[in-house]
């Protein structure tokens, strides 16, 4: 490992758009513009942006608290008022930074919404978590958009066309009466044509872990990457530009045959290549990241990183058909496949990026995720005879971040790995 | 023994019995006859019965067996119901059912749908996703197909067509079945010593795992027998229990909360078998339709359901004042978001109305009680005293 940490341009990039676009949330109701809540699998931005409004992400600003020890506190703060302490971490927090005065994570307040625009994508606790916010803010419009789950492993053109109809019929009349605006087909166009752009690209980024050593690590950097292109920034030039520089200095590192970038500089030795289902704990981010680059394991592909769309499956924006598209793509996250479909989707990261072993993070919050991991770890160890691990801990509940118990098991599954490693040599 | 003593006794039965014998013994008395399991809350039962099937509830093992396989497929902190559904599953129980109805209500059943599908347990495992959009060409549609989907399903085990008498027919049915049960509820809150809320469960349960015309007799004998005078009434608060749709209590926790001096006048244990408020069209030249129709028009309240347009907490709260509750009890299943996110908001709404509750948490399979009951004894001490302090 290199002690030597230079920030990469696609960094400072980054940083820069965030400020920007934390600028201009904060300064929303001064310039005019209208706030949209929504979520991030399955977010409709291109359409929030069409109506010149600006998207807040709850789940973004609760991981962000998370990062920052804020966490904590809100989430105690919400249990005090009712909340029990079984639920989703990421509602309690996001009510509990509510009740404090919606101070967001970089200490500025965050505006209340003028829409609450539900579209729970693959998780039933958002639906819950919007029928607490909209008794939080009195008086808010909700515009709500079912999404059919992948049950029977399909999109039907049935089950585009029920959400097509709730766009025309709820959600776009909505936004209309919010912003004042009236919908602008051909501006949705152009916003997708930049969408399907950077979906293109990240793509190829989330490929590059197929080169081995990987030049990234798919899940600890990952998370970064897939910040802008799933909150606000996908249909916007700025993303298609952030993610044509980070491709670009992706492939310089394939060229001279380097590893991931780390916290502390780059790691020298790719030991082990890893998959990872689920999460990652966010209030110990760092700590936790440093678990598996001091032992060499690279993560090479994660379900999380896809938990904004499955690209790599094939979807892509259409702009010809915008509506159909928007609703193909709000099916087209991760947990909104059904569960045949993710042990399958594993099956292909394992085999395809060529990976020593399979390590399921397990979040307590999070039944969308969790309920069913335990039978796929299973599924998947019996029919490829890969190499299994399990730990667990929560999102934002620092409560439950258990370092020596993750620790130890990584040890057992690390060594686990190194002796199925010199058999097969 | 009285009739009705007869009725609950054997209700009882059927609703400890985790091979379903009642409903396996039906199947096995008739040609093409199949069975089709669902999880809480609601399914319309209608349209398996329509073709020639029995629609089985399966409500959790309780604390009816002892869970083992299930534990190994679920982490600490997930509801104990897809445990030990798991662990009948394995161990053979559900041998004999054709296919299973997963309907929309959490994340833990819809992906208990998969696990089922991954490990091929009947024929069928279908995932019913519930509309959230209540207009009828849109929600409306789509549910409709979620329906026909079913119904062939089960045309592709039995090969029994529905037609539109066969599903009146049912609808009829259900809709006695229904009528009983609101009777039973609003006798009840008249006269709620007359049947206890432990007797009153294992009847509503002991008809989701058996025919309907049978259980119709049944409710039909219940209904005669009190609305005679039996038993003694007692100084108890008068309360609602809320929150307890899915994994259910253990029987000898409702008894406990009576004991604690509680009638329990209204609650949403199998609130399924009640989920439509009015007579569903038994008479309609598009029974689907009509079952349709009323999912999207006159279902009750429930976690599962966001309605913009109809919050949950005013009906509960005028529930509450209907059946003169002097308050409610907040009892869910421990790790349940769906339950125990609505509670912040149904509480807060008491409290604004003016309405007492407690509030606590459980499991299906729990085997102590005292603490609950303490709790409950002390919510029904403090309601009285505040009521003598107040007259
Ligand atoms: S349950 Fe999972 S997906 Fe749903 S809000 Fe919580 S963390 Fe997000
Ligand atoms: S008890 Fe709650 S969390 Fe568990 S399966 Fe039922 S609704 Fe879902």
Redesign the pocket.
């Given at each position: 490992m290199t002690k030597e940490v230079k920030k990469d341009k696609s960094m400072v990039l980054q940083k820069e758009m965030i400020a920007k676009q934390f600028h201009e949330l904060t300064t929303a109701k001064e310039q005019g513009k209208k706030v949209v809540y929504t979520f991030v699998p399955g977010n409709l931005s291109e359409l929030i942006h069409a109506f010149d409004m600006i998207p807040v992400y709850p789940e973004i600003n609760a991981l962000q608290s998370g990062m920052r020890k804020k966490s904590g506190g809100f989430i105690k703060d919400a249990e005090k008022i009712g909340y029990s302490e079984d639920i989703c971490t990421y509602v309690k927090c996001d009510v509990g930074m509510l009740i404090n005065g919606n101070i967001g994570p970089f200490g500025e307040k965050i505006p209340s919404p003028d829409l609450l625009l539900l579209s729970y994508t693959g998780c039933?606790t958002f639906m819950k978590w919007f029928e607490n916010l909209e008794r939080l803010y009195p008086g808010v419009p909700v515009a709500m958009i079912h999404t059919p789950y992948q049950e029977e492993g399909q999109i039907t053109a049935e089950m585009v066309e029920y959400m097509v109809k709730q766009l025309k019929d709820d959600v776009i009349p909505k936004m209309e009466q919010v912003s004042g605006k009236k919908y602008d087909e051909e501006k949705l166009k152009t916003i997708l044509s930049y969408a399907r752009e950077t979906q293109e690209l990240i793509n190829q980024i989330f490929e590059t872990p197929k080169n081995i050593p990987s030049p990234i690590d798919a899940y600890f950097a990952g998370v970064y990457y897939i910040g802008p292109i799933n909150t606000g920034f996908r249909g916007t030039p700025e993303a298609v530009e952030y993610y044509k520089l980070l491709l670009e200095e992706i492939k310089e590192r394939i060229q001279l045959g380097l590893g991931p970038v780390t916290p502390e500089g780059e790691m020298t030795e790719e030991k082990f290549r890893l998959v990872v289902e689920g999460p990652p704990n966010w209030t110990s981010f760092r700590e936790f990241w440093k678990l598996f680059y001091e032992m060499g394991a690279v993560i090479v592909a994660s379900s999380y990183t896809k938990v904004g769309g499955l690209y790599d499956l094939g979807f892509r924006h259409r702009p010809e058909q915008p509506l159909e598209s928007l609703a193909e793509y709000c099916m087209n996250c991760y947990t909104n496949f059904n569960l045949p479909q993710r042990i399958t989707i594993l099956k292909k990261y394992i085999q395809e990026y060529k990976a020593d072993g399979f390590l399921v993070h397990s979040i307590k919050s999070c039944?969308s995720f969790s309920?069913g991991q335990l039978a796929m770890m299973r599924k998947l160890e019996n029919d490829l005879g890969v190499p299994v691990g399990f730990i667990e801990s929560d999102l934002v509940d620092p409560r439950y971040f258990s370092y020596s118990n993750i620790k130890n098991r990584l040890e057992s599954f690390f060594q686990m790995l190194t002796q199925r490693k010199l058999v097969s040599q | 023994m009285e009739k009705l003593e007869k009725i609950v006794e054997e209700c009882k039965e059927v609703v400890c019995d985790m091979n379903f014998q009642e409903a396996k013994q039906w199947k096995s008395e008739g040609k093409q006859r199949i069975l089709v399991g669902y999880?809480?809350?609601y399914f319309p039962r209608e349209m398996v019965w329509a073709a020639n099937g029995l629609a089985v509830g399966i409500m959790?093992a309780g604390d009816y067996k002892q869970v083992i396989k299930g534990d190994a497929y679920y982490q600490s902190y997930?509801?104990?119901?897809?445990r030990g559904i798991i662990d009948l599953a394995l161990d053979g129980h559900f041998d004999g059912f054709d296919g299973f109805v997963f309907p929309s209500?959490?994340?833990?059943?819809r992906n208990?749908s998969g696990i089922f599908q991954v490990e091929k347990i009947g024929h069928f495992s279908k995932y019913l996703d519930y509309p959230q959009n209540f207009k009828k060409e849109i929600g409306g549609e789509f549910y409709r197909k979620e329906l026909d989907s079913i119904l062939n399903k089960i045309f592709n085990i039995n090969q029994v067509k529905t037609t539109k008498e066969t599903l009146n027919n049912a609808i009829k049915l259900y809709n006695t079945n229904r009528r009983y049960l609101r009777l039973i509820y609003d006798i009840r809150e008249k006269y709620p010593w007359r049947l206890s809320a432990y007797e009153l469960y294992v009847i509503i349960r002991a008809g989701m795992v058996m025919p309907v015309d049978k259980h119709n007799q049944m409710l039909e004998i219940v209904v005669n027998e009190i609305n005679k005078e039996r038993g003694t009434p007692m100084d108890n608060i008068r309360v609602i229990i809320w929150g307890a749709?899915?994994?259910q209590m253990p029987l000898n926790l409702i008894k406990s909360i009576e004991m604690a001096g509680c009638y329990v006048i209204d609650d949403d244990f199998l609130i399924g078998s009640r989920w439509t408020t009015a007579d569903i069209d038994e008479s309609s030249e598009d029974p689907i339709g009509a079952l349709v129709d009323a999912y999207l028009n006159h279902s009750t309240f429930s976690?599962?359901i966001y309605d913009v347009d109809n919050p949950k907490e005013k009906r509960l709260v005028q529930l509450a004042k209907q059946r003169k509750a002097d308050g409610i009890i907040f009892a869910?299943?421990s790790?349940?978001?769906?339950?125990?996110l609505d509670t912040p908001i149904c509480q807060k709404y008491c409290d604004k109305e003016g309405i007492k509750f407690i509030s606590f948490q459980y499991s299906e399979n729990v085997g102590q009680f005292k603490v609950i009951k303490e709790q409950v004894g002390a919510f029904s001490d403090s309601i009285k005293l505040w009521e003598e302090t107040s007259t």
């Open positions: 039933f039944n309920a | 999880l809480p809350i959790g997930i509801c104990h119901l897809p209500i959490c994340d833990v059943i208990l749709f899915c994994e976690s599962s869910s299943p790790f349940c978001d769906p339950a125990l």
